[in-house]
């Protein structure tokens, strides 16, 4: 197993990515701090992983001292720390007519600020054990939906910080900072989200392939077969 007696820190793991991140860790010999929230659906995950390869710390990362607490847990609980998964997040729509900047601002704070001081509170035990960061991004870091304004933005300064980290902390501290960019993923956040914009349960369904593609991105042509050559 790949993680074997690793420690590491999951937050926005009550449900979604981070769920399903804190799991695939446990299977690869991981211990966790599951973090968010949603305190049922933390303690169920938390008694589905075990209790003694998971543990439980609700608080909204906003407050100061969050970071710092969810550091002392893992250390408290596992005797070090490994790894940090900066993955919760807040998406909301609007654009620039639309999002006020209190909101735009809160935004930030949670999508691009908690990650900061989540690493900068993780480091001296990163540093000891030569552990590794890891940012969840989007897609839209690269220029984002019109009415994902903010949420584009504050993950586009995700990847820039998660960047300058990367170089700075492997050369000082040896520890390693990377970010992935994934795609739209149907989480019961987004599914929900989905409903109050009036669409059924089942609407990615009838999607065009060029949305969606099933294999490639190939902007909506069918994947290449056996012997046949990748368009370009």
């Not at 009550?14 to 695939?24: E, L, N, T, W």
């Not at 608080?59 to 847990?73: A, H, K, R, S």
């Not at 089942?202 to 994947?223: C, H, I, K, S, V």
């Amino acid at each position: 197993m790949r993680l074997q007696e690793k420690v590491i820190i999951v937050t926005g793991s009550c449900f979604g990515i981070g769920k399903a991140i804190a799991q695939r860790c446990v299977s690869e010999g991981a211990r966790v701090v599951v973090h968010g929230l949603e305190r049922e659906w933390g303690e169920e995950l938390v008694e589905e992983l075990g209790t003694d390869r998971a543990v439980l710390h609700i608080e909204d990362l906003q407050e100061l001292d969050c970071p710092g607490n969810l550091v002392d847990l893992a250390v408290s609980s596992f005797g070090k720390l490994d790894a940090v998964v900066n993955n919760a997040a807040v998406v909301a729509s609007g654009n620039i007519h639309t999002i006020a900047a209190v909101a735009f601002r809160q935004i930030l704070e949670i999508n691009t600020f908690a990650p900061y001081r989540l690493i900068q509170a993780a480091l001296p035990e990163l540093t000891e054990t030569g552990g590794n960061a890891l940012n969840i991004g989007s897609v839209n870091a690269w220029c984002g939906e019109a009415n994902l304004m903010a949420y584009s933005a504050s993950k586009g300064a995700l990847m820039t910080l998660t960047r300058n980290l990367g170089d700075t902390l492997m050369r000082e501290n040896g520890v390693r900072v990377n970010q992935i960019n994934p795609g739209w993923v149907l989480t019961e956040n987004e599914a929900q989200r989905k409903r109050e914009h009036g669409l059924s349960d089942d609407w990615y369904t009838d999607l065009p392939e060029m949305f969606a593609p099933e294999q490639y991105p190939f902007l909506g042509r069918n994947p290449p077969k056996d012997g046949e050559s990748i368009p370009k």
